[in-house]
Nanobody, 123 residues
Framework: QVQLVESGGGLVQAGASLRLSCAAS????????AGWFRQAPGKEREFVAT???????YYADAVKGRFTISRDNATTTVYLQMNSLKPEDTAVYYC?????????????????WGQGPQVPVSS
């Protein structure tokens, strides 16, 4: 059984930085893409960033230049470094494992999900 355990969420002020971690266990990781999504109150889940098994990365326009996704296959962990946080970044953030090596910006391309830590950003 694949498990994704996230950590690093919490209340921050606008302009601050935060790093989320997602530790994967119980299944294949290095040959799969991984992604981060978020869901703000009253809104649908939206794509944030994704990283292929090759290491190529893709970002939503809203976070491009501020967020960085990375992975460590040795520890089967995916990270999301978030800089210059804005109040509109407030959301529950979910990591997910891709079904294959290639990235998707749609949630249908992912088969396992983390529990989703909250990241409130105060103004």
């Amino acid at each position: 059984q694949v498990q994704l355990v996230e950590s690093g969420g919490g209340l921050v002020q606008a302009g601050a930085s935060l790093r989320l971690s997602c530790a994967a266990s119980g299944g294949t990781f290095s040959r799969k893409a991984a992604g981060w999504f978020r869901q703000a109150p009253g809104k649908e889940r939206e794509f944030v960033a994704t990283i292929r098994s090759s290491g190529s990365t893709y970002y939503a326009d809203a976070v491009k230049g501020r967020f960085t996704i990375s992975r460590d296959n040795a520890t089967t962990t995916v990270y999301l470094q978030m800089n210059s946080l804005k109040p509109e970044d407030t959301a529950v953030y979910y990591c997910a494992r891709g079904m294959g090596p290639y990235s998707h910006s749609s949630y249908v391309g992912y088969d396992y999900w983390g529990q989703g830590p909250q990241v409130p950003v105060s103004s």
